[in-house]
């Protein structure tokens, strides 16, 4: 019998060692892309609880439709645009966030307390300001460097950091002056900001978004005085006005108030508790951007009907053009009764004006027909500081020239009382308005008690940027 020998003995350990090859690879595949998976889906939920409790947070400060959402960097670098990338010592995570805050005067007031509240830790971060549930404007900022906190001043890295469009924008700063912000804003200094909100509103759709129910009162005070009366050369009116507002839905809004007087010395209506404004207002954005505003109710001026304005603005709102329509009827409360004229007339007003950045000088031209089918031409020019607005109004028509001031002053912010589904607030501003000639019917209009054009100065992006750089 002959012996048989075995040169390799490798095929006795493995007969077919092509085959399992081959399955042990795709095991270990699936295995990776088990774990791949199972920690995509662990950061989702952190992620998910992450984004959660910021809202909460935000909305236990008094913030309004909050959305949250977080983009990693490369996800952010490919749908927000080309980055540079984060600043050495930063993450690299890029938060969204978009808002409303109604304690103060305008949104901008409570974006450095958001900055807080999210952390340090985010490479970039965009706030979208909202008004009513719309977006206005988009602010972006960088995240400070946690070791290297002196390249902040270093023009050659800060040039590195670009949060995205926005920096690139119109409206921009200096390393200089962005290095200021990160002793207010939780770390953060500000890249820019634009009117151009387009990219992030749709990355937000999918973010966490958080509301609730809230009915608002604000406390309005009214003066009232006439000058130059012989008999009686100071005439005095003080009233208190709550006003009442409920959000419905996105840009609606339903409001009620009354005129309570404390100190009357005009006529007799005004020693009753009457209604005030009484309005139903829908404020949407178009594409532009562009903003409409259409109200039904009564309004200042004793009028009553149906108001539509619509603003187009250009060059990151440094320009913007419009119109308001108007068909509105007069109504009286005599000795606490009601009293309505059924003979409305129409205001038709094309506008345009345009905003000198650097000082926050506004120019607002209006022209056409005003009410009692007065026709002409009213110029309002104002300039905006941090706290105040002052401006002067030249008005010529058919019915004569008259001129006057302006002067809206800031109230107290905060509120007075309140819970998670009621507050009860002061009014954000005071107005006091000075005609050199009172009851003329020269150039006459009606407020819908929204004030829009405030709104928009207030979310000019060049006056945002001067507000949250200067201490």
Known sequence: MGVVTIQDTDFLLDPYPDINSRRGASIRRAVAVLFTVLFTVLAAVGT??????????????????????????????????????????????????????RMARGSHAGVCEALKLAGSGYAHVVTILEHQNVPMTAVAFDGAPRSRPDLLADPAISGRADSSSVRRGPVALDAQVAAQVPQRCGGYRIAGASMDVRPYVRQLESGHH???????????????????????????????????NVRLWRGFEVGAQIVVPLYNEFSSEGDFIRPGLLTASQFIRLPGPTFVRATAGTYTNRRF??????????????????????????????????????????????TAGFAWSRHHLYVDGAAGRFLFGDAGGRVEIMRQFRRLDLGFVF?????????????????????????????????????????????????????????????????????????????
Do not use: C, K
Request: aromatic share 12%; proline share 7%; net charge neutral.
């Open 305 to 350: 009907g149906l108001d539509l304005r619509a603003r187009r603005f250009f060059a990151d709102g440094r320009f913007w053009a419009g119109f308001d329509v108007g068909r509105t009827g007069n109504v009286f409360y005599p000795n606490g009764s009601v009293f309505v004229e059924r003979d409305p007339e129409w205001i038709v007003l094309g």
């Open 210 to 244: 958080a509301s609730r129910p809230l009915i608002d009162v604000a406390l309005h005070p009214r003066y009232s005085a006439l000058f130059g009366f012989y008999r009686d050369p100071v005439m005095l009116q003080v009233n208190l006005a709550p006003r009442l």
């Open 395 to 471: 008005t010529q028509t058919v019915n004569g020239a008259n001129a006057g001031l302006r002067l809206i002053l800031p109230l107290f912010e905060g509120s007075f009382a309140g819970s998670r589904s009621l507050r009860v607030r002061p009014a954000h501003d005071f107005t006091w308005d000075y005609l050199y000639r009172a009851g003329t019917n020269v150039g006459e209009a009606y407020e819908t008690g929204y004030y829009m054009d405030r709104v928009y100065r207030q979310h000019q992006p060049s006056f945002l940027m001067d507000l949250l750089t200067t201490p």
């Open 48 to 101: 998910s609880r992450a984004q959660s409790a910021l809202a909460d947070r935000l909305m236990d400060r008094g913030f309004e439709n909050v959305r949250v959402r977080t983009l990693p960097d490369t996800e952010s670098d490919r749908r927000l645009g080309p980055q540079s990338g984060p600043l050495p010592g930063t993450p690299s995570d890029t938060l969204l966030l978009s808002f409303e805050y």
